[in-house]
């Protein structure tokens, strides 16, 4: 079994390779590292028992993705994903969420291989209801800065739904509510790597608005087994996959700080434009239809995931 990963350089897409080898499968991943990094794979690359079975190619797929062999899984998980990112980068997120799940749509057509697409709870918006199921449509901004990347992915849920109605390709859709976890970057632009960076280096803890606004963090091995019970699922409609225990910005700010005992303020700033007010998942398809749901609490996921920054801040030094 072979599966392509776009974006397999990245935060998530390194840990579905991981899990992705340890089912037995080979995996080919593309990335043009414009925000993957090309460490989160070297693991991979050296590894005895994966070297044969893993490979890379630098590639952007916003252009065409030339394949050869069979291939029985494409999962599309290239973009940038933080509004850091998108906002540094807005074109090529449009880019690889239109032309780029176009590309690889194709190619899960021509090879008649599954395809699943790493879509986003973005997609609802600022949402007026809460949690959020797969049913809610979203209220959502499409001209504004975070336009970029909701639009985008909810065009990539369009265009895979009617890869799947029109030519019959097997298709799957997982919405990903906020995740953590070790390989996330320094500079991602996100509540935990800043908060954490930020702890760890003496500075103060950047809070926008009053930190009401709410999140739910899901440890990343948790979401990958439920992203790969979908690939492996029939379900075709996207299904939310993320943790349903809700944390406002600011607790989980103060969280931060108490666990690396850092002696810093917090400080607050004007809330940026469409920050979504509450995130946070109805995973109730996902209990019924995958038998999933998270295990890892939040104390131990911060637990490895402070160690593994801990690690990068002192390089750093």
């Avoid at 899960?108 to 599954?114: E, I, N, P, Q, W």
């Avoid at 970057?185 to 954490?196: I, M, T, Y």
């Avoid at 996959?241 to 303020?265: C, D, H, S, W, Y």
Wanted: aromatic letters at 8%; glycine letters at 8%; charged letters at 25%.
């Amino acid at each position: 079994m072979r599966a392509v990963i776009t974006g397999g350089a990245g935060f998530l897409g390194s840990h579905l390779s991981d899990a992705l080898l340890e089912r037995g499968w080979e995996i080919l991943c593309i990335d043009n590292l414009i925000t993957g990094q090309e460490a989160n794979i070297a693991h991979l690359i050296s590894h005895p028992k994966y070297s044969s079975k893993f490979r890379m190619v630098r590639h952007d797929v916003s252009k065409h993705i030339d394949v050869p062999g069979p291939v029985e899984a494409v999962l599309h998980f290239a973009s940038p994903a933080s509004p850091v990112d998108y906002l540094k980068h807005p074109i090529p997120t449009l880019k690889v969420g239109s032309l780029g799940t176009h590309n690889a749509l194709g190619l899960a057509l021509a090879k008649g291989a599954k395809f699943l697409m790493a879509s986003t709870s973005e997609c609802y918006g600022d949402p007026d209801v809460s949690p959020q199921p797969e049913t809610y449509w979203g209220n959502v901004n499409s001209v504004g800065p975070r336009g970029v990347y909701d639009e985008a992915k909810r065009f990539s849920e369009a265009i895979t739904m009617a890869y799947h109605r029109f030519h019959s390709v097997d298709t799957r859709i997982v919405r990903i509510f906020n995740t953590y976890g070790p390989r996330m970057r320094l500079n991602d632009g996100r509540a935990l790597p800043n908060f954490v960076y930020q702890a760890m280096t003496g500075q103060p803890i950047t809070v926008y608005g009053e930190g009401k606004q709410t999140r739910s963090f899901c440890y990343v091995s948790d979401l990958i087994e439920g992203i790969c019970r979908l690939l492996e699922s029939d379900e075709h409609l996207p299904t939310n996959i993320g943790n349903p225990q809700e944390i406002t910005i600011l607790e989980f700010a103060e969280r931060i700080v108490k666990m690396t005992g850092a002696k810093v303020p917090i400080i607050f700033k004007p809330l940026p434009q469409d920050d979504p007010k509450q995130r946070c998942p109805d995973i109730t398809k996902a209990k019924k239809i995958l038998k999933w749901e998270p295990k890892v609490g939040l104390e131990e996921g911060l637990k490895s995931t402070l160690a593994y920054f801990r690690e990068k801040v002192d390089a750093l030094k």
